[in-house]
């Protein structure tokens, strides 16, 4: 059953206009469409995905790009980058990368008899971290505090950084020599954990083509006021109190599962609802629905939950851990309290 307003509903909770839900629909689903026909001038059949990265950008989360090599992640990351119009960085992480590498440090200048903070590649709008798993824990980590508090603390002095802030982090999920798991705090800080196989057979023949053709020249599509903007927007997407509801049962769904050592956490649950909202701006509504939040059931709570040993052992994944919790709990129908 549905979980979507009814027809005549013009408010959004708690009585708020919901015209900048309307237009911030309008607006997304427009740039949605342009972004998806830019990256597919360079990179076939990665709509899915580039959706998943307007979902982060919308929710100024962070997304963490998992494929095997040769599946164009780092290119794709390189893409998207473009076409935000913003400062942007690449990292290649390695094993002998030094925390200071990635946020810079003092040096002492001989001109003026002082130190001066040298800032490192983090001090950006789009971080691409390519292949984050190659380094060790202590460097993946200078990445914590950029990537939820929107600052870098240098010699004990703390830094804003501009905004908007996104990290493009990639990694190959099979290889296991020279490669450092990320820890679990880290992966929480990731919005979405965005999966990419390989294209099919009938895209990689459009690749072959698309690389037998000069290569195109991308349009810039946003600005960083643009973006900002349509992130404030986000909260006015409209949902239904069941909704809310709805995606906090989820949550404790995972944490009874007799297959999970460690469920969804409150911030998971509001991960959940801030994607489903862009979700649905981006499909052209200023509402969202039970649907919106189940698709982006496994972006956000695929990397976050902890299997027991056991169940691994079993040959247990996370995705059909997912599944079962989606058909665990119940969608309600509401009637409208706006």
Same mark, same amino acid.
């Given at each position: 059953?549905? !979980?979507?307003?009814?027809?005549?509903?013009? #408010?959004?909770?708690?009585?708020?206009?919901?015209?900048?839900?309307?237009?911030?629909? *309008?607006?997304?689903?427009?740039?949605?469409?342009?972004?998806?026909?830019?990256?597919?001038?360079?990179?076939?059949?990665?709509?899915?995905?580039?959706? *998943?990265?307007?979902?982060?950008?919308?929710?100024?989360?962070?997304?963490? %790009?998992?494929?095997?090599?040769?599946?164009?992640?780092?290119?794709?990351?390189?893409?998207?980058?473009? %076409?935000?119009?913003?400062?942007? *960085?690449?990292?290649?992480?390695?094993?002998?990368?030094?925390? &200071?590498?990635? #946020?810079?440090? &003092?040096?002492?200048?001989?001109?003026?008899?002082?130190?001066?903070?040298?800032?490192?590649?983090?001090?950006?709008?789009?971080?691409?971290?390519?292949?984050?798993?190659?380094?060790?824990?202590? #460097?993946?980590? $200078?990445?914590?505090? @950029?990537?939820?508090?929107?600052?870098?603390?240098?010699?004990?002095?703390? +830094?804003?950084?501009?905004?908007?802030?996104?990290? !493009?982090?990639?990694?190959?999920?099979?290889?296991?020599?020279?490669?450092?798991?990320?820890?679990?705090?880290?992966?929480?800080?990731? +919005?979405?954990?965005?999966?990419?196989?390989?294209?099919?057979?009938?895209?990689?023949?459009?690749?072959?083509?698309?690389?037998?053709?000069?290569?195109?020249?991308?349009?810039?599509?946003? #600005?960083?006021?643009?973006?900002?903007? +349509?992130? $404030?927007?986000?909260?006015?997407?409209?949902?239904?109190?069941?909704?809310?509801?709805?995606?906090?049962?989820?949550?404790?769904?995972?944490?009874?599962?007799?297959?999970?050592? !460690?469920?969804?956490?409150? /911030?998971?649950? %509001?991960? %959940?609802?801030?994607?489903?909202?862009?979700?649905?701006?981006?499909?052209? /509504?200023?509402?969202?629905?039970?649907?919106?939040?189940? $698709?982006? @059931?496994?972006?956000?709570?695929?990397?976050?939950?902890?299997? /027991?040993?056991?169940?691994?052992?079993?040959?247990?994944?996370?995705?059909?851990?997912?599944?079962?919790?989606?058909?665990?709990?119940?969608?309600?129908?509401?009637?409208?309290?706006?």
């Amino acid at each position: 059953m549905s !979980l979507a307003p009814s027809a005549n509903h013009d #408010t959004a909770a708690g009585g708020r206009d919901s015209r900048p839900a309307r237009e911030l629909a *309008q607006h997304a689903k427009l740039l949605g469409q342009q972004v998806t026909a830019e990256v597919a001038r360079v990179v076939v059949g990665a709509e899915a995905v580039t959706q *998943q990265l307007l979902i982060a950008l919308l929710c100024a989360g962070h997304v963490l %790009l998992e494929g095997v090599p040769g599946v164009a992640k780092t290119t794709l990351s390189k893409v998207f980058a473009k %076409l935000l119009g913003c400062q942007y *960085q690449r990292v290649q992480f390695t094993p002998d990368l030094l925390p &200071s590498d990635v #946020t810079g440090t &003092s040096i002492y200048d001989r001109n003026k008899s002082d130190f001066v903070l040298r800032k490192g590649p983090i001090f950006t709008q789009v971080l691409l971290a390519d292949e984050i798993n190659r380094a060790p824990a202590k #460097t993946q980590s $200078a990445l914590l505090e @950029a990537m939820q508090e929107q600052q870098v603390t240098v010699d004990g002095q703390s +830094l804003p950084l501009d905004l908007p802030f996104l990290v !493009l982090a990639t990694q190959n999920p099979i290889e296991q020599e020279g490669v450092y798991r990320l820890p679990e705090a880290q992966l929480d800080r990731f +919005l979405l954990r965005v999966e990419m196989g390989y294209p099919g057979f009938d895209h990689e023949v459009d690749l072959l083509k698309l690389h037998s053709r000069p290569p195109a020249d991308l349009r810039t599509l946003f #600005t960083p006021e643009l973006i900002l903007g +349509l992130q $404030a927007r986000l909260p006015a997407v409209y949902g239904e109190d069941g909704l809310y509801e709805y995606i906090v049962r989820l949550a404790e769904e995972t944490r009874k599962h007799p297959d999970v050592s !460690l469920g969804a956490s409150p /911030r998971a649950a %509001l991960n %959940l609802l801030k994607s489903a909202r862009a979700r649905a701006v981006l499909d052209g /509504r200023h509402y969202f629905t039970h649907e919106d939040v189940q $698709a982006v @059931a496994f972006p956000v709570l695929g990397h976050r939950l902890i299997l /027991r040993p056991e169940a691994e052992i079993e040959g247990k994944h996370v995705a059909d851990v997912v599944r079962e919790v989606l058909a665990a709990v119940r969608v309600f129908e509401v009637e409208s309290r706006g």
